[in-house]
T-cell receptor
Framework: DGGITQSPKYLFRKEGQNVTLSCEQNLNHDAMYWYRQDPGQGLRLIYYSQIVNDFQKGDIAEGYSVSREKKESFPLTVTSAQKNPTAFYLC??????????FGPGTRLTVT | DQQVKQNSPSLSVQEGRISILNCDYTNSMFDYFLWYKKYPAEGPTFLIS?????DKNEDGRFTVFLNKSAKHLSLHIVPSQPGDSAVYFCAASAHYGGSQGNLIFGKGTKLSVKP
């Protein structure tokens, strides 16, 4: 079954700790994305990558970092510099910028 | 400044009737528009799209209409079913220098279909 997996579904961390969210796809898509969703808000782009070993900042990249060492994987690290890290994080992939396919999301809670 | 606006945070419709979800945009460079459906605690799923060269695209119960002069698009669901209850996001992108730009999402409209 082709798709995008994100793990874990729920993640809890203490303030001041870095945390890495996993995103894997087996759709053979070139491009991958990370979005953040807050209550009553749309999806806001954090980082995106169009090819392996290359990535670009989105609209709200501060306090986040990514890597793209493999086509299938695009992990997101939420650093202690992110002021409001508690949110629902969504990973997506596409072969073009048209239809993006989303993973199930990770709910991160930082206390 | 919001480039894609969904001005109705919520919409309630009776089962079997038509649901109309609206979306306005400000960037005249947008040339591709998409609708996504999202259930709570799940990722959005792609529903339907439309290119700016068209003014209508239909897929089963779902039809998207595009009015370029008004910078407005709408999603019609006919007939509405309780399983359609979800948050619907409108998204848009523009073509720049040979490649398509990032998707810009609206804030979503929560549709409730009552039995």
């Amino acid at each position: 079954d082709g798709g995008i997996t994100q793990s874990p579904k729920y993640l809890f961390r203490k303030e001041g700790q870095n945390v890495t969210l996993s995103c894997e796809q087996n759709l053979n898509h070139d491009a991958m994305y990370w979005y953040r969703q807050d209550p009553g808000q749309g999806l806001r782009l954090i980082y995106y990558s169009q090819i392996v070993n290359d990535f670009q900042k989105g609209d709200i990249a501060e306090g986040y970092s990514v890597s793209r060492e493999k086509k299938e994987s695009f992990p997101l690290t939420v650093t202690s510099a992110q002021k409001n890290p508690t949110a629902f994080y969504l990973c997506a992939s596409s072969n073009r910028f048209y239809e993006q396919y989303f993973g199930p999301g990770t709910r991160l809670t930082v206390t | 400044d919001q480039q894609v606006k969904q001005n109705s945070p919520s919409l309630s419709v009776q089962e079997g009737r038509i649901s109309i979800l609206n979306c306005d945009y400000t960037n005249s460079m947008f040339d591709y528009f998409l609708w996504y459906k999202k259930y709570p605690a799940e990722g959005p799923t792609f529903l339907i799209s439309i290119s700016s060269i068209k003014d209508k695209n239909e897929d089963g119960r779902f039809t998207v209409f595009l009015n370029k002069s008004a910078k407005h698009l709408s999603l019609h669901i006919v007939p509405s079913q309780p399983g359609d209850s979800a948050v619907y996001f409108c998204a848009a992108s523009a073509h720049y220098g040979g490649s398509q730009g990032n998707l810009i999402f609206g804030k979503g409209t929560k549709l409730s279909v009552k039995p």
